[in-house]
């Protein structure tokens, strides 16, 4: 079983910047969409960005332009760099990958991103 491993998160304050990374803990084939969502205690997990492997991205309407997400296929990792985080972004972030035709799909343990106002 394939799994994604999380680094990065950390606590920061209102304005700050976080890089997340994510990256599968073994040798893997090309991973076809890769993901960040996040929760907080309480409430639904949410979408916050997409990447396909051709590099189309996608992202929650909260984002308004804050995050950018970005991937190196070959290493089959995807980053999510946070900037002007705000206390509401506070939430454990997941990252997701699967496949084209959900033939797959596989998540990491999550990390811990607290900002503070």
């Known amino acids: 079983q394939v799994e994604l491993v999380e680094s990065g998160g950390g606590e920061v304050q209102s304005g700050g910047s976080l890089r997340l990374s994510c990256a599968p803990s073994g040798r893997i084939f090309s991973l076809h969409t890769m993901e960040w969502h996040r929760q907080v205690p309480g409430k639904l997990r949410e979408m916050v960005a997409s990447i396909l492997k051709n590099g189309r991205t996608f992202y929650g309407e909260f984002v308004k332009g804050r995050f950018t997400v970005s991937r190196d296929n070959g290493q089959n990792t995807v980053v999510l760099q946070m900037n002007n985080l705000k206390p509401d972004d506070t939430a454990v972030y997941y990252c997701?990958?699967?496949?084209?035709?959900?033939?797959?799909?596989?998540w990491g343990q999550g990390t811990q991103v607290t900002v503070s106002s």
């Open positions: 997701r990958a699967y496949g084209q035709y959900s033939e797959y799909e596989f």
